[in-house]
């Protein structure tokens, strides 16, 4: 048996390198899904490029999605060997070089690039609340989408500032830096928590005005998967997960900052693939009922108009068509 040499770092500083390796294995794992996704994705999109105008638009939007995240991945393998292998006998051991290289290259590209990510994934997810309640009225949609959308606004405002901050070598680092930042990411995090909340409510509301006219296809946006997909509850969940543990200062939150932008991204390849396939929710979902089916099915003109004015009145009660 080989002998056994104890690392010279404390078992704190041990123990914080220990993640740092599983949140570059986490990194790998959720850009190697982001990868599948995005070819998904872009063989449905790519086919229908014609039929659909608004898919080059997607195809362009998830292809700048990837390729940002291929920039965060590489730099943050380099900046692993660079922790690991290149600076092995830096003085306090691996942690301690990760702590103050912050300034260099491999770190700026890395955490400038995944904030960029957060932005464009919640872009997506503010239009999406404004599409799913478009089916209300035009009114509530823009009331919805406007807290979420003011956020958003207020961070592209401070991005630079707070992109600089995670770096100590700027004129903008200083004691409370780390207070600025989780508070960055919890407002970043807000808007896809609220998003996700406003989304929940209106497909909860679908689901219950489909139950009403019994219609076959109503799980097809309000089963639970479906729901959890269009809303990214998802990344919601890990990304309350952690601020929890940044809060608590536990070293678990490297690979759950990892864990966060991976189902970032995988929660918008997701709704994206939803609607290159033709299951999204558009703007005129709740509108189109389906007593087309009810109408199909009956065999007189009075029992048609019948029909007709009942799923009608159903979805007027539940908020079904737009103004």
């Known amino acids: 048996m080989a002998p056994y040499f104890k690392p010279l770092d404390t078992a704190s500083e041990v123990t914080f390198e220990r993640y740092y390796l599983a949140a570059n294995f986490t990194s790998g794992v959720g ?24 898919n ?69 997810m503010v239009w999406r609340c404004w599409v799913v309640w478009y089916s209300v009225s035009r009114r509530a949609a823009y009331a919805v989408a406007f807290l979420p959308a003011l956020i958003l606004a207020a961070l592209l405002a401070t991005f630079v500032p707070c992109s600089l901050m995670i770096h100590p070598n700027t004129p903008f680092a200083g ?23 406003f989304i929940l409510t209106r497909l909860i509301m679908h689901r219950l005005a489909m139950r009403t006219i019994a219609s076959p296809h109503a799980g097809e946006f309000t ?37 966060m932008i991976s189902m970032q991204q995988i929660s918008a390849y997701l709704i994206i693939a939803r609607l290159a396939h033709g299951r999204g929710w558009q703007t005129d979902t709740a509108s189109v009922p389906s007593k087309l089916v009810f109408l199909s099915h009956a065999s007189t003109p009075d029992a048609q108009a019948g029909d007709e004015e009942e799923v009608s009145g159903n979805l007027k009660a539940a908020g079904g068509t737009a103004e």
């Open 223 to 259: 089963s639970l998967i479906s729901m959890l997909i269009e809303s990214a509850a998802f990344y919601s969940m890990v990304g309350v997960g952690y601020l929890i543990v940044t809060g608590v200062r536990s070293p678990v939150r490297e690979p759950f900052m990892d864990a």
């Open 56 to 124: 080059k638009f997607m195809l362009a939007y998830i292809t700048l999605l990837f390729l940002i995240s291929t920039v965060v991945q590489v730099a943050w393998a380099h900046r692993t060997q660079l922790v690991f292998i290149e600076h092995r006998d830096f003085p306090g051991g691996p942690w301690a070089y990760y702590k103050v290289s912050d300034g260099e290259a491999p770190g700026i590209v890395s955490r400038s690039a995944g904030m960029v990510l957060m932005f464009l994934s919640d872009i997506l």
């Open 31 to 54: 850009y190697g899904a982001q990868a599948v996704l995005y070819l998904i994705c872009t063989h449905y999109l790519w086919g229908q490029r014609k039929a659909r105008r608004n």
């Open 175 to 197: 004691a409370h830096t780390t207070a600025w930042v989780i508070s960055w990411y919890t407002l970043m995090l807000s808007v896809n928590v609220l998003a996700t909340g």
